[in-house]
């Protein structure tokens, strides 16, 4: 179980310091599916690095199984079985697919890498000796990412955005990946997304907003809620709506 107490953060921005997030308290239970929503600039990557060890707490605690975890850096994080895949991942120019999974891993002779890279939709031929440079698609950028926190056995691992730039047929594939993960492990998985397909897998959804935690609710709940708000129109001139909840044509 890993527990955000009373957290929060202030950077140092281009403007001076901003606070970025604001009393945030949180329990994440194992075997649970969270996914983390909200409007961009909410706060959700934040948490994540939080989490993660990359941004240290101004104030609050970080607790994983009880045990204050909130001084502890990235590595030693990653060494009690926190792991996370970016939102935008780095290249690793001269270090091929192959490497990077091996490392993640470890001595585990139970993961298959092959099987790693089939769950995330990419085939182990085409992929496993290539170089992760400038020339790897931002979508095979990502599934390589995630692929690397899955072959590792993890307490807690968060996922930042996993569907962004991933093909409508990878992306099925990766919906199975995390429900096969929830049924297999105990890792409480945290998955951070604006995709219905993946809210629907949530046990509880986490809604941020201005920093803070403005609701945890279910599915059902958030997405029923969502609808509702569609219907308004947010520009606040004469729309039409043409079809679909996103088809409104502004005059
Ligand atoms: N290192 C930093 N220095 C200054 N401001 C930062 C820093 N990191 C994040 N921020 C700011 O904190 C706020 C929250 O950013 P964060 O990346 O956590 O949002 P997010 O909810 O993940 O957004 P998105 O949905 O766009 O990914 C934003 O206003 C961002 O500009
Ligand atoms: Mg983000």
Not at 85 to 103: M, N, T, Y
Not at 104 to 112: E, L, P, Q, S, Y
Not at 214 to 241: A, H, M, V, Y
């Amino acid at each position: 179980m890993l527990q955000l107490k009373n957290v929060s953060l202030t950077l140092e921005g281009e403007h001076g310091k901003k606070q970025i997030l604001k009393d945030i308290s949180l329990t994440l239970k194992k075997n649970k599916i969270y996914v983390m929503t909200g409007p961009n600039g909410g706060g959700k990557s934040s948490i994540a690095k939080i989490i993660m060890g990359i941004y240290q707490p101004t104030s609050g605690k970080i607790l994983l199984e009880g045990e204050d975890i909130s001084a502890l850096g990235v590595s030693e994080r990653a060494r009690l079985g926190i792991g996370y895949a970016f939102q935008q991942p780095p290249r690793f120019k001269g270090i091929k697919v192959k490497d990077v999974l091996e490392l993640a891993v470890g001595d585990n002779t139970k993961v298959n890498i092959c099987d790693l890279l089939y769950d995330v939709g990419l085939c182990s031929q085409d992929y496993l000796n290539r170089e992760i440079d400038a020339s790897f698609s931002g979508g095979e950028l990502k599934r390589v990412e995630i692929a690397s926190i899955l072959a590792r056995k993890l307490k807690v691992a968060v996922f930042d955005e996993p569907e962004a730039g991933i093909d409508l047929w990878s992306f099925q594939k990766l919906t199975e990946t995390f429900e096969n993960l929830n049924n297999m492990t105990d890792t409480t998985i945290v998955i951070i997304s604006h995709q219905e397909r993946i809210l629907r897998l949530a046990h509880q959804v986490i809604v941020v907003s201005e920093g803070k935690i403005s609701e945890i609710t279910t599915p059902d709940k958030f997405l029923g809620e969502i609808e509702k708000l569609e219907t308004d129109c947010r520009c606040k001139n004469n729309c039409t709506f043409i079809g679909g909840r996103t088809d409104v044509q502004c005059d």
